[in-house]
């Protein structure tokens, strides 16, 4: 019989997936014998029952029942009792943290009967109606469906009506009012009356619960964070603690280090005479964790310790939730905490210095990812520039847009290509799609726990909250700064999330300390942690990591990024420019003089660029493609050409002749489908002398180094080839160019020459393209595309947004590989092609070479190397090691 709720005296933190990361952790306190408000978990099992059947499973209730009775015994005190009631929390718990995403309510158990008896035994009846205005709210908009800021209208109505700013200064009678008040609305709205029986509440909160698993905000941060969406939520029922109790309550949020920078210490939020949902909200804004201290140091020296110890026993930065009642500490949650990218590093050099973790744990903990935030620009520093406000670090990075101040607003102006700035007093959940699609995130309260700060930091996105300096207005779309400068909507800001720091206009940027510290070795200390883990990750690759270069200088940043070759040089980007009239001279060619005429004049700057290629490489492969793409991308548009001849005869004027040709020859040259016509290997064997030229100018070059001391080491790759017959044809023009080169300058001139696969033709003949090519490389892009049957440059904006919320795939296939299809493609390549040739060298050029799941995927494969952008040749060299931690066991599962 399956098993629904467990005590949190019967789980660990190992029951992730079966109590969720909330409820698993919460038994691990449990266990470890921290003081915990006891409780118990209904499982993730249970919600997705419920999810896929509409009702709650059978038996669960009875469970719950039973699990109830025993911490009404155990308490003494029985739920929603008319005289010292026992009051619960629900809360949700998925397996991975979901910040603010589902639904939480607490003070189940109140009701008009036992609000009077929580009064009468806690000795504050403003506590007592304050705890049952939070239940009818919660309940009305979480469980009843009543919009949340229905609710918030008539609280601010009541402080205006007082005359009150904070909550604190509303009294008992006032809050009494305000139930009656929220009561009333959940009738108008719902056509229902908040329940008074407390099993009712229950119940149902319990079902919310589940149900807010498939809420809007909840899908959208699974998509972004790549959580999969059967997973489902289990629920935390809980003992209510009080932290709004009186001067000697409160509650807060710590962390055993700085999640923003990763530094030692005890960093967080307290809010006296507060709930924990007051500390997360923002709505007012807290006091540092230090001053806990001061204010309780019994409880500060209790909590200081429970955070080493929990630590120490996680190995890592914990996330702790915690209250305080009349003086007697409670710690409510922990997790181990979300941080943002330069944090990760630092704290996994530190963990590993310390002894807490390995070096290999070490690298596993960062990620592909979070070096490449890292590698973003940041500020000028020297800029002349007086700061707007001044806030709360909570995630750094350095980020220019124009100011919005709703959610929907951020959305619209992102989807038509702006670069924005969501100002809010602060963030609820219902903010997290402006959230995603603004550059940073700004409040004018909250503090590093806040749920803006939280969230931001999750998602790498810069964050400054509790800029108190800022009066924003949502409603007059304008936020003012104490110097009274006023800033409308779509004015330009520069939120700095490393200082805290706001800007009118834009301000400069300049590169990061890692980027400074891969271009010349400056500023270690700065790039803490990166370089610790970029070294153990080269100690423990196997994959080669190349670059995507084509001109000497990207070939020697490349090499200084720890490039080991070029896996992609592009010849056509050498024939643009100047360069293009040469090849329009090529293509206009009326005789075959013409012709070798213009190839003539090409070969010496392929040569030259060839040559500054190989030195900035030397010792290193240069993998060099040949002409790939149709000829008509080097003449001008048809459609200025059309336009430029027509306006000229409109004008009585005879048309430019060489316009005139153009036209013609973009005419005769025109394809339907231009991407899957006379382009690639289809070139080399149509137009005379395009291979030789080509092959010649890189043989030269090689020639060239091989005199002048050098040690260079060319590879001749073809493009988008298909079958084993186009390849040997190629292939026999290259030896032949080569030898001739060779008896020319006196040096054996030897260049391996190998294949793109990015045709499926390709891929499923590998064994027979193999026995004439010396090495593959994976053409990822066109491979995706001549799979899937896309074209990307009209997908991507015709239809991909749509394929992503509907769950066709989680993520465009262009950025990380489709495993199952493209992967299937290059898994049977790979095979097929060792199986003829075992020594066969196999790589990857497409983008997806630096893509950091796509990279476990080639380690897995079997490939050699890959090769992307010199800027990301740090993130897959990260990777590639991270790969093979996990291939062989190495890595932490978390």
């Not at 196999?842 to 995927?857: A, K, L, T, Y």
Request: aromatic letters at 6%.
């Amino acid at each position: 019989m399956v098993r629904y709720v467990y005590d949190f005296t019967e789980g660990d933190r190992g029951m992730a997936g079966l109590l969720g990361g909330k409820g698993s952790n919460l038994a691990e306190m449990t266990r470890l014998g921290l003081p915990v408000p006891p409780g118990f978990t209904v499982t993730t099992e249970a919600c997705r029952a419920f999810l896929e059947t509409g009702s709650e499973p059978a038996g669960l209730w009875d469970e719950v029942s039973a699990h109830l009775s025993a911490l009404e015994a155990s308490a003494g005190r029985v739920l929603g009792q008319p005289d010292d009631p026992l009051l619960l929390s629900v809360r949700s718990g998925a397996k991975f943290s979901m910040p603010g995403m589902m639904e939480t309510i607490l003070d189940i158990g109140l009701n008009d009967e036992s609000v009077l008896g929580l009064a009468r035994v806690s000795g504050s009846e403003r506590f007592a109606w304050d705890s049952y205005r939070r239940l009818v709210q919660m309940f009305g908009s979480t469980v009843m469906g009543v919009d949340s800021s229905l609710f918030e209208r008539s609280l601010a109505l009541l402080k205006d009506l007082r005359g009150v700013k904070d909550d604190l200064h509303l009294t008992a009678s006032d809050l009494a009012e305000l139930v009656e008040t929220h009561k009333n609305l959940i009738r108008q709205e719902t056509g229902d009356y908040f329940p008074q029986s407390t099993a009712e509440q229950l119940r149902r909160a319990v079902l919310a619960v589940f149900e807010s698993w498939n809420g809007e905000r909840a899908r959208l941060y699974r998509r972004r964070e790549h959580i999969p969406d059967d997973l489902g939520t289990a629920v935390n029922v809980q003992t209510m603690v009080f932290g709004n109790l009186g001067s000697d309550s409160g509650s807060g949020v710590a962390f055993t280090r700085d999640p923003a920078t990763g530094r030692p210490g005890l960093y967080g939020d307290y809010l006296p005479n507060a709930q924990g949902e007051d500390v997360v909200a923002g709505i007012r804004n807290t006091v540092p964790l230090a001053d806990l201290e001061r204010l309780d140091p019994t409880s500060y020296a209790q909590l200081r310790d429970h955070m080493r110890a929990l630590e120490e026993h996680y190995r890592d930065l914990c996330d702790i939730e915690f209250t305080i009642e009349r003086g007697r500490l409670w710690m409510l949650q922990t997790r181990v905490g979300k941080r943002t990218a330069e944090a990760a590093f630092v704290l996994a050099a530190q963990l590993a210095d310390e002894g807490l973790i390995t070096p290999d744990e070490a690298l596993a903990r960062v990620s592909g990812e979070g070096l490449a935030r890292l590698m973003f620009p940041r500020f000028d520093t020297s800029a002349t520039r007086t700061a707007l406000a001044h806030g709360v670090p909570a995630s750094p990075g350095a980020a220019v847009g124009a100011v919005v101040f709703d959610s929907a607003q951020a959305v619209r102006r992102a989807a038509a290509g702006e670069k924005v700035v969501l100002v809010r007093q602060e963030t609820t959940p219902d903010d997290l799609p402006g959230m995603i699609a603004s550059q940073a995130v700004l409040t004018s309260r909250g503090g590093k726990t806040s749920h803006a700060a939280v969230v931001a930091r999750g998602m790498g996105k810069v964050c400054v909250c509790g800029a108190e300096e800022l009066a924003v207005d949502t409603d007059a779309r304008r936020l003012t700064a104490a110097d009274g400068t006023v800033v409308e909507e779509g004015t330009v800001v520069s939120v700095d999330g490393s200082a805290g720091a706001v800007y009118a206009g834009a301000v400069p940027l300049m590169d990061s300390a890692v980027i400074r510290h891969l271009e010349d070795g400056s500023g270690e200390a700065d790039a803490e942690g990166v370089v610790d883990a970029v070294a153990r990750a080269d100690s423990v690759r196997r994959l080669e990591v190349r670059a995507n270069a084509d001109t000497p200088e990207d070939a020697a940043r490349a090499r200084r990024f720890g490039a080991q070759g070029v896996g992609l040089c592009r010849t056509e980007h050498m024939f643009l420019g100047e360069r293009r009239k040469l090849v329009e001279q090529m293509i206009l060619a009326g005789t075959d003089a013409e012709r070798d005429r213009a190839l003539s004049e090409l070969l010496p700057l392929q040569r030259e660029d060839f040559t500054g290629i190989l030195e900035a490489m030397d010792g290193l492969p240069v993998t060099i493609r040949l002409l790939d793409p149709p000829l008509h991308e080097f003449l001008p548009d048809h459609t200025e050409l059309a336009v430029r001849i027509a306006s000229a005869q409109a004008r009585g004027e005879q048309p430019d002749p060489h316009d005139v040709e153009l036209l013609s020859a973009v005419n005769r040259m025109h394809e339907e489908n231009p991407m899957l016509g006379l382009r690639g290997v289809r070139l080399g064997l149509v137009v005379p002398g395009l291979v030789a030229m080509q092959v010649r100018a890189i043989g030269e070059a090689v020639a060239e180094r091989l005199l002048a001391g050098g040690t260079p080491k060319a590879e001749i790759m073809v493009p988008l080839v298909g079958d084993v017959r186009e390849l040997r044809l190629v292939r026999d023009e290259v030896q032949r160019v080569l030898a001739e080169v060779s008896r020319a300058a006196g040096v054996c001139v030897d260049c391996p020459v190998g294949t793109m696969i990015e045709l499926p033709r390709a891929a499923l003949t590998a064994g027979r393209i193999a026995e004439e090519a010396e090495f593959f490389s994976f053409g990822t892009n066109d491979l995706t595309q001549t799979t899937w049957g896309f074209s990307r440059d009209d997908v991507e904006a015709e239809f991909f947004s749509a394929y992503l919320d509907k769950g066709v795939f989680p993520t465009s296939p262009f950025e990380t590989l489709d495993r199952e299809g493209v992967g299937r493609l290059v898994g049977v390549a790979v095979a097929e092609g060792r199986a003829t040739r075992p020594d066969l060298k196999i790589g990857v050029c497409g983008e997806h070479g630096g893509d950091p799941d796509s990279v476990h995927f080639f380690h897995t494969a079997g490939l050699d190397y890959v090769s992307c952008s010199p800027f990301r040749v740090p993130v897959a060299q990260l990777e590639a090691g991270r790969a093979a931690l996990e291939k062989t066991g190495g890595s932490d599962s978390r």
